[in-house]
């Protein structure tokens, strides 16, 4: 298992450096994520509230690493290392951190360069020099500029972005690459299970079933608008009803043809799914003693 971090994590927002407690809580989630064994995290913007020499007090010498291609100071000198290799089920696995650019507000002495030639350059690096198996790009960005270079970073095989709270979502081939969304504020973990057997592009194991579920709630509204037309009765409603109909039997058809579709054989496959962290999941007593010397119960950061 490889545990990684999108970024964006430490901070709930960019007003959090007033807060005394706001420090102690990013120091907190930096233990327990070298605690638990996280390999890498992406500095987002809200991962620099106090400061770059605070990451790296904070991690020195431990994990995760925090990983970004693009953050430099003001002599251009990069700031945090671009990637970190290393290797899981008997792949290795290359993982780069991506920060937002100029745009975005940042610490002053801290700069971030156009992400997407520097995203182009490392994958190139790790390729060909560190010959990976696997390249994820863990992406501190928005959205939009997510998608961009999940369309564009070729060679990298998936994009988890975080800076905008998206939440839980499908799993979405753009272009070359698959876009990842990691859940929100700790309330999901996303559970990304790879088949590494063959070559090619990584297909979705979840598609056929999606579909499948599709095409049974279409059968459900086919029954319906049929049920509406033996009961019509002037022929203006009727056309209109059998139009339904036939749009309906398409879309079930193209679904059953999409459910019946296998993974290329030999090819290789993923399966997205999320673990929610509700009341269901028991609580470890000692973590959450600390967590409640932070957030007290009753609080409205608890």
């Known amino acids: 298992m490889l545990a990684l971090d999108a970024g964006n994590a430490l901070f709930k927002s960019l007003a959090d450096g007033q807060d005394p407690k706001a420090k102690l809580r990013a120091g907190l989630l930096l233990e327990q994520m070298a605690a638990q064994g996280y390999t890498a995290m992406a500095v987002g913007q809200r991962d620099l509230v106090l400061g770059v020499d605070f990451l790296k007090k904070k991690t020195k010498g431990a994990k995760p690493a925090l990983v970004?291609?693009?953050?430099?100071?003001?002599?251009?000198?990069?700031?945090?290392?671009?990637?970190v290799v290393t290797t899981a089920g008997g792949l290795k696995v290359g993982i780069i951190g991506a920060s937002p650019d100029g745009a975005a507000v940042l610490p002053p002495g801290v700069q971030g360069q156009p992400v997407q030639p520097a995203v182009a350059a490392e994958v190139k690096r790790l390729r060909e020099t560190q010959k990976v198996d696997l390249v994820v790009l863990l992406a501190a960005v928005p959205y939009a500029e997510a998608v961009k270079l999940a369309q564009g970073a070729e060679g990298v095989d998936f994009v988890v972005q975080s800076h905008d709270?998206?939440?839980?979502?499908?799993?979405?081939?753009?272009?070359?690459?698959?876009?990842?969304?990691?859940?929100?504020?700790?309330?999901?973990?996303?559970?990304?299970?790879?088949?590494?057997?063959?070559?090619?592009?990584?297909?979705?194991?979840?598609?056929?079933?999606?579909?499948?579920?599709g095409q049974r709630m279409v059968e459900a509204n086919i029954a319906r608008v049929k049920e509406r037309l033996k009961a019509a009765q002037d022929d203006a409603t009727r056309r209109s009803l059998q139009e339904t109909l036939t749009s309906f039997e398409a879309r079930r058809d193209a679904l059953g043809r999409d459910a019946a579709a296998a993974p290329v054989k030999g090819g290789r496959t993923f399966l997205l799914s999320y673990?929610?962290?509700?009341?269901?999941?028991?609580?470890?007593?000692?973590?959450?003693?600390?967590?409640?010397r932070v957030e007290p119960p009753g609080t409205g950061g608890h």
């Open 275 to 292: 673990v929610q962290l509700g009341a269901d999941v028991a609580s470890d007593k000692a973590v959450q003693q600390q967590v409640e």
């Open 68 to 83: 970004s291609v693009n953050l430099v100071d003001a002599k251009g000198q990069r700031l945090f290392p671009a990637s």
């Open 165 to 213: 709270g998206r939440g839980v979502g499908m799993a979405q081939r753009q272009g070359v690459s698959t876009l990842i969304p990691p859940g929100e504020r700790g309330r999901q973990v996303a559970k990304l299970e790879l088949s590494v057997e063959g070559a090619g592009p990584f297909s979705d194991q979840s598609e056929s079933q999606r579909a499948l579920e």
